[in-house]
């Protein structure tokens, strides 16, 4: 599962090895953090496609899904990243929201090309 927050993006999936926790991966440093709080730990794997990883219980990772659906209060999914992640210096706020841009652009031209006969 894909979750893009506010917070940053994260890549969810089942450990292969424990089904009653997730492995939380994300690419850039500090997105599982933010939603997850400092204390968790995170493995940094250079070379990996996911370079950021954390192992958790499934019922922490549904509660903070779940917090961040409570407490959206934003239109525009985009500007809300840039403006909430003042701690993040300005080129990467920039670099973040035009990837989510590109991803956006990505799905706009899916859909498109699934409704042309």
């Given at each position: ?21 997730l ?5 850039y ?10 204390e ?12 950021f ?6 019922e ?15 239109g525009?999914f985009k ?6 992640n ?10 973040r ?19 042309r006969?």
């Open positions: 599962m894909w979750i893009f927050t506010n917070k940053g993006f994260l890549s969810i999936v089942e450990d292969r090895d424990d089904p009653e926790r492995l939380v991966r994300a690419r440093e500090g997105d599982i953090e933010r939603h997850f709080g400092g968790v730990e995170v493995l940094e794997l250079e070379g990996a496609d996911y370079r990883r954390a192992f958790l219980p499934r922490e990772v549904r509660t903070v899904i779940d917090r961040e659906l409570s407490s959206l209060d934003y525009n500007n809300s990243f840039d403006c909430d003042v701690s993040l210096s300005k080129e990467v706020r920039e670099e929201h035009d990837a989510l841009f590109r991803v956006w652009s990505a799905m706009v031209e899916s859909q498109e090309a699934v409704r006969p």
